[in-house]
């Protein structure tokens, strides 16, 4: 792994739970959504976001809809939502 990779990391992780949490908040309250738009409504950078959806994914927590929605460049995205299970555990809390 580069070094400068080792700092960037070093410099977030306290802050990774947080993000995270962030990012399942706004899809419990919002719904499915893609990387992009999060990015915009959350105000997180690309590298921040992404990172945390694959956390988030590897985790069990998140998963890809089978739907696409449309980046600010117009690209396709997946969007993103909770899993089944998570779903189920958000939405008896909210």
């Known amino acids: 792994m580069q070094q400068t990779s080792i700092e960037a990391y070093e410099s977030v992780k306290?802050?990774?739970p947080v993000i995270q949490n962030i990012i399942l908040t706004h899809i419990g309250f919002a719904g499915p959504d893609t990387c992009d738009?999060?990015?915009?409504?959350?105000d997180l950078s690309h590298q921040t976001c992404?990172?945390?959806i694959r956390a988030l994914v590897k985790?069990?927590?998140?998963e890809d809809s089978g739907k696409k929605g449309i980046t600010r460049s117009g690209r396709k995205a997946i969007i993103w939502k909770l899993t089944e299970?998570?779903?189920?555990?958000?939405?008896?809390i909210l």
């Open 37 to 42: 738009h999060m990015e915009q409504v959350l």
């Open 85 to 92: 299970i998570n779903d189920e555990t958000s939405s008896a």
């Open 59 to 62: 985790k069990g927590l998140l």
């Open 14 to 16: 306290k802050y990774i």
């Open 50 to 52: 992404s990172a945390s």
